[in-house]
């Protein structure tokens, strides 16, 4: 069956419990993303704190088997089932716990990626019970701040010390921690490039980042294909491919931004560890 069916199906389960204020789909289901192995995540919006007996209610209901039950941990009850066969990853908060998250990010500028994917998540999320609730919360990610633009910004374009010994590891042979700092150049790098397209960064871990890429107007030629070519070439091309990566955004950064200033970011990440 069609996972957006199974995702309808299962909200009309929570629908059921007065104390639900909101049910939405999110994840890459809701994105249109999905392949042969997503699973089927949902948001679920709380008037109060849940009971254990309240979250358990509606897996026993669905005919579900329990994989994790997780209590209140870092603003957020989780929980996995499957029922027959497709996995459920649930995020359950309360209300104003989502209000205060969009507040943190759209008015006080915080770039943490754990709190941006749920703006990402409200945005691109597709209501499936509580449709005023979700309605306003949609209306108060619609719009990215400039502030928060700049303040991603001057944050990725710190590519770190271990950036400069980039060709030291290369010449060690020191494998482990040299794709160790090529993840977190990427890492930088989609950063840098959520900020200039004013996009909210959809997942902590930068997941589903060829589809992300492909929705952005302002990056280097043949992005999504050079950064994933960097993991499969000898690592002195992957090195060469990464610096001129770097090169091209932060030009596009001074044309879009040109009040930016990336004089010390420049010096910082084109320094290499010279040699005794």
């Not at 929570?14 to 392949?35: F, H």
Request: glycine share 4%; with cysteine; aromatic share 10%.
């Amino acid at each position: 069956m069609e996972l957006k069916k199974l995702a309808v199906q299962a909200a009309e389960q929570y629908a059921q419990i007065p104390n639900i204020e909101a049910v939405m789909l999110a994840g890459s289901v809701s994105r249109d993303w999905q392949d042969e192995f997503s699973d089927i995540e949902l948001l679920i919006f709380w008037r109060q704190a849940p009971s254990d007996e309240e979250r358990q209610q509606i897996i026993r209901q669905l005919g579900g088997k329990l994989l994790e039950f997780h209590p209140y941990e870092e603003q957020e009850w989780a929980e996995t089932y499957t029922v027959n066969g497709m996995k459920f990853e649930i995020s359950s908060f309360l209300t104003e716990t989502i209000s205060r998250t969009i507040h943190q990010v759209t008015e006080k500028f915080a770039i943490n990626p754990d709190l941006q994917c749920i703006i990402a998540a409200v945005q691109y999320g597709i209501s499936l019970y509580g449709d005023t609730t979700i309605e306003q919360l949609k209306k108060q990610v619609e719009h990215y701040p400039l502030e928060l633009q700049e303040a991603g910004i001057n944050y990725y374009s710190d590519f770190g010390s271990r950036w400069n010994n980039r060709e030291a590891l290369v010449h060690r042979k020191d494998w482990l921690m040299f794709y160790k700092v090529v993840v977190s150049v990427q890492t930088n790098i989609m950063g840098l490039l959520f900020g200039l397209n004013r996009q909210f960064i959809p997942h902590p871990a930068f997941k589903w980042q060829r589809n992300s890429l492909a929705l952005m107007d302002i990056k280097p030629k043949n992005c999504a294909a050079r950064l994933e070519s960097v993991f499969f070439q000898e690592p002195s091309d992957a090195i060469k491919e990464l610096e001129a990566l770097i090169g091209e955004i932060f030009g596009l950064i001074r044309q879009e931004l040109p009040h930016i200033d990336l004089s010390e970011a420049t010096r910082k990440a084109s320094f290499v560890r010279p040699k005794i």
